[in-house]
């Protein structure tokens, strides 16, 4: 399964962006979608994640409120809200194939090359 990212790019703190992931390729029933994002030199953190069905959405703390995940037509977008420059990062599509909610990065099996979002302050 390939992970394809797209939408990432420059913005100014306060602005939007929207980021999509689509997979290409064989896939499973009962998966969850998430984005991960990583800033050099620190861990991968976990975002948002979305289950297959689209019905079960959860968020990390720091994005709650700002940032949203949704799926439509096999792919998976994240809109990006009132950023800031914190919110800089590579971010990452990854795929967990048991169906899982989970927040914890290693439990996500399948990766996209990532696309990078830049904020100014």
């Known amino acids: 399964v390939e992970l394809v990212e797209s939408g990432g790019g420059l913005v100014q703190a306060g602005g939007s962006l929207r980021l999509a992931c689509a997979p290409s390729?064989?896939?499973?029933?009962?998966?969850?979608m998430g984005w991960i994002r990583q800033v050099p030199g620190k861990e991968r953190e976990f975002v948002a994640g979305?289950?297959?069905?689209?019905?079960d959405t959860y968020y990390a703390d720091s994005v709650k409120g700002r940032f949203t995940i949704s799926s439509a037509r096999n792919t998976v977008y994240l809109q990006m809200n009132s950023l800031k420059p914190e919110d800089t990062a590579v971010y990452y599509c990854?795929?967990?194939?048991?169906?899982?909610?989970?927040?914890?990065?290693?439990?996500?099996?399948?990766w996209g090359q990532g696309t990078q979002v830049n904020v100014s302050s």
């Open positions: 990854a795929a967990e194939w048991l169906g899982r909610l989970s927040y914890n990065v290693r439990d996500f099996a399948s």
């Open positions: 390729g064989d896939t499973f029933s009962n998966y969850v």
């Open positions: 979305i289950s297959w069905t689209g019905d």
